[in-house]
């Protein structure tokens, strides 16, 4: 009898043991995510996540992917984020950025594309930024081969 009761002990004990283990990881991984992580929101130094953005001072919004089969239209396009400025910054921030080849800034509107630079940044993204300053209208940025069925680009409005 007294070997069973010991037993039971022992799974007792085992089982609580288990249990402050366990409460112990949550607890660590809590604080890890909660407090220690580096943060990534859209605040923060870098995108928050792979995408192309309009960057204003630190902050960073979102431009949605679109797929083309041509130069956009207004109505493909629909709602766009609005820039700030008529000198935009976009963070280009993706995992094959070549930007140099295959890639244009064109304006809706006026349907024609549109000079800019292109700069590297210490954080491991591009910067894009126009030559002169944007005329009110939807931009653009078109990156892709010109022989692909499908052309990712993403939009932003300048201006009311």
């Not at 923060?44 to 630190?58: A, C, H, I, R, W």
């Not at 594309?113 to 940025?141: F, H, K």
Request: proline letters at 6%; hydrophobic letters at 40%; glycine letters at 4%.
């Amino acid at each position: 009898m007294q070997s069973n009761s010991n037993k039971k002990i022992f799974i007792i004990i085992g089982a609580v043991l288990i249990g402050v283990v366990c409460l112990c990881c949550v607890a660590a991984v809590l604080v890890w995510v909660l407090i220690l992580k580096p943060s990534r929101t859209s605040t923060s130094q870098v995108p928050p996540y792979y995408g192309v953005f309009l960057k204003e001072e630190n902050n960073f919004k979102d431009l949605v992917t679109l797929e083309l089969v041509d130069y956009p239209t207004a109505s493909d396009i629909g709602s766009a984020p609005q820039a700030s400025s008529s000198s935009p910054v976009l963070a280009v921030y993706l995992q094959n950025a070549d930007l140099m080849s295959y890639a244009v800034l064109y304006s809706v509107n006026d349907q024609n594309t549109v000079d800019y630079n292109v700069a590297p940044t210490s954080q491991g993204y591009l910067e894009v930024t126009p030559v002169s300053q944007l005329y009110d209208g939807l931009y653009c940025l078109i990156q892709g081969d010109p022989l692909a069925s499908f052309i990712p680009a993403w939009c932003f409005q300048v201006g009311e």
